[in-house]
């Protein structure tokens, strides 16, 4: 059985800066590179190189960055063939500024990720698909069009909304898993704060929603899991982090290439925290996301 996530792609522009240029200014930068992102395709990545079968589906421009997220997906054996290119439209890109502080200033061009549509769920393959992963990266009706998609081929639904935004009610029945940070989770459950201390009621609250099964991500202090009126909490190993980027990307993925095989939730989360922890102790996104051999490795 496998997976298949509907969501974005993005290219990455990332220019090192000596810090942030004025308004107006015109500033010398250190370095730049290009780097595959967007929580879509990150996912996507992170659960193949699980070892899991990946399908994504999503769209890029008819451009030279749209091509090149095609066949970054391909090398990691995710079948791209349900991303589909929108022509006039560019591909999703995040522009990057990081200075010297690693202080970051971002501006996301949705570009072809904002023209994913109803029709594109609609057209999805879910023919041996178990789990289908959702961000909020693409249009919101597409979104949901996906889970009701989903649920009437017999697939379970993971959502991840990120970037934080409420969700339409219609939503929350059709989702089996939801896995958030704590940012999300304030938003999603009108909460002040969310915390370690209070995660496990915050998920209780969301779980009462509609979802099952709710992982609450904790950063450096793990993750909380909520099922069934009971909680229980994750650490995280100890480790060097160096970059947080797609930490929670590289947990999702892992979490959904355990489960597919079958895994309890329980083994399904510790291999998703050994897998991020992994992350964070190197740069970049995609390029930071362990294999099944290190997470084994490393155990
Ligand atoms: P990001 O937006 O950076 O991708 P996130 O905010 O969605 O991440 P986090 O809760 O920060 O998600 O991290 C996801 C998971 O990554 C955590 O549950 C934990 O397992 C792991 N993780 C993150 N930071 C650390 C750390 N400093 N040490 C060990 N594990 C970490």
Same mark, same amino acid.
């Given at each position: 059985m496998s997976v298949a996530v509907f969501g974005s792609l993005n290219m990455d522009l990332v220019v090192r800066v000596p810090r942030?240029?004025?308004?107006?200014?015109?500033?010398?930068?250190?370095?730049?590179?290009?780097?595959?992102?967007?929580?879509?395709?990150?996912?996507?990545?992170?659960?193949a190189r699980q070892g899991a079968r990946v399908a994504m589906v999503g769209r890029v421009g008819d451009d030279a960055f749209g091509a090149e997220l095609r066949s970054a997906l391909a090398v990691q054996g995710v079948?791209?063939?349900?991303?589909?290119?929108?022509?006039?439209?560019?591909?999703?890109?995040?522009?990057?500024?990081?200075?010297?502080?690693?202080?970051?200033?971002?501006?996301v061009v949705p570009g072809a990720n904002g023209q994913v549509a109803e029709a594109d769920a609609d057209a999805m393959r879910l023919?041996?698909?178990?789990?289908?992963? !959702?961000? +909020?990266?693409?249009?919101? #009706?597409?979104? =949901?069009?996906?889970?009701?998609?989903?649920? %009437?081929?017999g697939c379970q639904v993971l959502l991840n909304p990120a970037p934080a935004q409420a969700l339409p009610e219609a939503l929350w029945p059709l989702v089996?898993? !939801?896995? +958030?940070?704590?940012?999300? #989770?304030?938003? =999603?459950?009108?909460?002040?704060?969310?915390? %370690?201390?209070?995660a496990a009621e915050a998920a209780a609250q969301l779980s009462a929603r509609g979802p099952r099964d709710v992982i609450v991500t904790l950063g450096a202090e793990g993750a909380v899991w909520f099922a069934d009126g009971k909680s229980r909490h994750f650490p995280a190993p100890q480790v060097r982090a160096v970059d947080?980027?797609?930490?929670?990307?590289?947990?999702?993925?892992?979490l959904a290439a355990l489960l597919v095989e079958g895994a309890t939730m329980d083994r399904a989360v510790e291999h998703a925290i050994r897998a991020a922890a992994i992350a964070v102790t190197r740069v970049g996104a995609q390029a930071s996301m362990p294999t099944r051999a290190e997470v084994l490795t490393r155990s």
């Open positions: 942030m240029p004025e308004a107006g200014e015109t500033l010398t930068g250190r370095s730049f590179l290009t780097n595959p992102g967007g929580k879509g395709a990150n996912q996507a990545v992170a659960c079948d791209a063939s349900g991303v589909l290119e929108t022509p006039g439209v560019s591909t999703g890109v995040a522009a990057i500024l990081v200075d010297d502080g690693a202080q970051n200033c971002i501006s023919a041996g698909t178990k789990l289908l992963l !959702l961000q +909020l990266e693409v249009p919101m #009706a597409a979104v =949901l069009r996906a889970a009701q998609v989903a649920r %009437a081929a089996d898993i !939801l896995v +958030l940070n704590e940012i999300e #989770a304030k938003l =999603l459950g009108g909460l002040a704060d969310v915390h %370690a201390g209070n947080t980027t797609a930490a929670g990307d590289t947990f999702i993925g892992a």
